[in-house]
């Protein structure tokens, strides 16, 4: 029997081309696939982030917000404290009230001044947040210069040992005098209307004689 070896070498060297093409084919298809799926998780990737950004920031965001309510809702919530402390009966009898309360005043002061400078300096509060909390900050340092004018006048008028609180447009002074009559009251009532620009109906005076 004779075999034809020419043909089998023809065919031989056929399939072997036929599968270096196959193989060239499913490699250029695997590539291009890899490549489109390389591509599509470099998008998603892209996409991921960006809406991880974006929740971070509405967080950030959020999170200034509620701050700032905080800041507001603890400047309201100290002076009813302050007031509640002021007019305490049980506290107008210690020696010690005047310098307690104004150690008080300066604790509560210092806070709110602090929390307002972080809400100013922190790059995710919106500038209309940072300019309300300015303001605040703003607000609190006149009321305190304000507070210790008043104080300084009263006792050169013979007023000693004098505590005023400015919160919220509205004067708290309490004074240490054996007798106060109605001019006396009157001659306070309008030097703290004056130097604080309030209205009479805004000042609250107490009188802390233990006499």
Known sequence: MKFNYKGRGFVVVTLAAMLVVVGTVNYQLSRKSLLETSREFTAYEQAQNEKNM????????????????????????????????????????????????????????????????????????????????????????????????????????????????????????VVSEEKLDEADAAKIFDLVAEQADVKYENIKLMNNNKN
Request: zero cysteines; a negative charge.
């Open 54 to 173: 974006d929740t971070n920031e509405k967080e950030d965001v959020k999170v200034v917000d509620s701050k700032e309510s905080q800041v507001e809702e603890k400047v309201t919530e100290a002076s009813k404290q302050i007031e509640k402390q002021l007019t305490s009966a049980q506290n107008m009898k210690k020696a010690t009230y005047i310098l307690d309360m104004k150690m008080t005043r300066e604790k509560q002061r210092n806070s709110l001044t602090q929390d307002l400078n972080e809400m100013i300096n922190n790059p995710s509060t919106s500038e209309e947040a940072r300019k309300e909390a300015s303001a605040m900050k703003l607000q609190l340092v006149k009321d305190q210069d304000v507070e210790l004018k008043i104080e300084d006048l009263l006792s050169t008028k013979g007023f000693e040992n004098a505590l005023v609180y400015i919160s919220e447009g509205k004067v708290n002074v």
